[in-house]
């Protein structure tokens, strides 16, 4: 952990918060997390659906800002506890205006916690409600490349061209295969992170029009501020090693993930 704490920086143009769990934040309010979110020219917050005992939850904190926005689905974690009363819920809820993308759904073969049948089976029931829905979807993918490439397949006429496979951790064939159906990637505090250089050269392969900036607070919290519960108003230090890395002005990373965000999930400019 990097024993040096800086103020964290403030860019003149804002930035999207695109991928955090506001209801999985413990170490401050709500209301304080959104005020320091604010000061630090954060425009917008997408929290993010993953268990269907939080989907409500979600669409609870759409409310507690205007500029709040949340998705619903489930993770592959919670893969095995997905039913068809959970779908239908999932399937009521999508087309509020404050829900922008049906996630974080996927499949995660490094942890295992739902048997990979299962996972696999609810990724496609999920895939599914997307393309009903004509919303971007928010893809989680661990360990589980082939099998992701292969059921995206399945959907590719059906799918809207908007998306993201978030906290991109996974290898080059992934990336080039979600780069060539136009979506983007998603990039958080694990490029900081001193043995994150295959991350790293993920994000010099991608394009600066198909990145995305996230924290997935309260998780992977960047340096220099390691050890501490991450918050979405750490994301500037995203966006600095994002430009570090691909040796681009900041202000071009800025401007260019805020677009990204907008055509991605808000269907702008």
Same mark, same amino acid.
């Given at each position: 952990?990097?024993?040096? @704490? @800086? ?22 309010? *709500? ?11 954060? +425009? ?18 759409? $409310? ?26 999932? @399937? ?14 996927? *499949? ?6 739902? !048997?990979? !049948? ?7 029931? $999920? ?52 780069? !060539? $159906? ?27 029009? $198909?990145?995305?900036? +996230? ?51 808000? @269907?702008?400019?």
């Amino acid at each position: 952990m990097s024993k040096t @704490r @800086r103020e964290i920086p403030i860019f003149e143009h804002p930035i999207i918060e695109t991928h955090c769990h506001l209801d999985y934040l413990k170490d401050r309010p *709500l209301a304080e997390t959104l005020a320091e979110s604010r000061r630090v020219n954060i +425009e917008r917050i997408i929290t993010i659906a993953v268990a269907p005992d939080n989907l409500a939850a979600v669409r609870t904190l759409c $409310q507690a800002a205007p500029w709040v926005y949340g998705t619903q689905g489930i993770h592959p974690h919670e893969a095995e506890h997905y039913t068809d009363a959970v779908e239908r819920e999932i @399937r009521e809820h999508v087309p509020n205006p404050d829900i922008v993308a049906v996630g974080e759904i996927g *499949l995660d073969y490094y942890y295992d916690h739902a !048997d990979r !049948d299962v996972q696999r089976q609810v990724f496609r029931r $999920q895939l599914q409600i997307a393309c009903d829905a004509g919303l971007p979807v928010v893809i989680h993918s661990r360990e589980a490349d082939e099998d992701t490439i292969a059921i995206l397949k399945e959907f590719e006429h059906s799918l809207t061209r908007r998306g993201v496979i978030h906290s991109f951790t996974s290898g080059p064939g992934l990336a080039r295969y979600a780069l !060539d $159906q136009g979506w983007c990637l998603g990039f958080n505090g694990i490029t900081t992170f001193n043995k994150a250089e295959n991350v790293r050269d993920i994000v010099r392969m991608t394009p600066i029009e $198909q990145i995305l900036l +996230e924290t997935d607070a309260p998780f992977l919290t960047p340096v220099p501020y390691r050890g501490k519960e991450n918050a979405p108003f750490y994301l500037p230090f995203v966006a600095e090693k994002i430009a570090e890395v691909k040796g681009l002005a900041l202000e071009q990373v800025v401007r260019q993930t805020y677009l990204n965000s907008l055509r991605t999930f808000f @269907r702008e400019p």
